[in-house]
């Protein structure tokens, strides 16, 4: 069974570690079924039908985006309040992502080290990604351990950025089964 990855990066093109992590993702057609959000949805009038069937089609799904402000592209939320719709995602007839494994592969700007209590960020990531978990458990998703890239903005060496996409893919296929 392949992966959905849900890309949802607003400027591919500038990214150094998305946009890494997509080339690596290409070359695993056999594993990956990616589909690029802000690619497919420039106008962002979203295609809830078709979303919700791609969703349906996969047991594991694994939001990819840049981590924006400590929270995810204004489209993925858009996505997310589309898609997953009472009566489909959730409530007492919406058990459509019931038992799908769901994670998260989040590019961060800044420093692991500032990522703790007393780092300049003050809050751990597992606290800042509470809301996806909230969110994957209302609509019965097993929620995945996260994988993240830190010191995407500018700290990252290329050496660093290539084995971070060696390690997504390494994450992805682990979390197959």
């Not at 990616?34 to 694994?62: F, M």
């Not at 990522?115 to 990531?125: A, L, M």
Request: net charge negative.
């Amino acid at each position: 069974m392949k992966t959905l990855i849900i890309l949802a990066h607003p400027n591919l093109a500038t990214s150094k570690v998305n946009q890494r992590w997509h080339q690596e993702l290409l070359q695993h057609p056999d594993q990956v079924t990616i589909h690029q959000l802000y690619k497919e949805y420039p106008d962002w009038n979203i295609n809830v039908a078709r979303e919700q069937q791609l969703l349906e089609a996969h047991d594991h799904i694994i939001l990819q985006f840049p981590f924006y402000w400590y929270s995810y592209p204004p489209l993925l939320k858009k996505w997310l309040d589309d898609v997953f719709l009472y009566g489909w995602a959730y409530g007492s007839e919406g058990n459509k992502l019931n038992g799908k494994k769901m994670g998260l592969a989040i590019s961060i700007g800044n420093k692991q080290e500032n990522y703790h209590k007393e780092g300049s960020v003050t809050f751990t990531v597992e606290q800042l990604i509470t809301p996806f978990q909230a969110s994957m458990q209302h609509v019965g998703g097993i929620m995945l351990p996260h994988f993240a890239m830190f010191g995407s903005s500018f700290q990252a060496t290329e050496q660093q950025i290539d084995q971070s996409a060696k390690d997504y893919i390494d994450y992805i296929v682990e979390h197959q089964h």
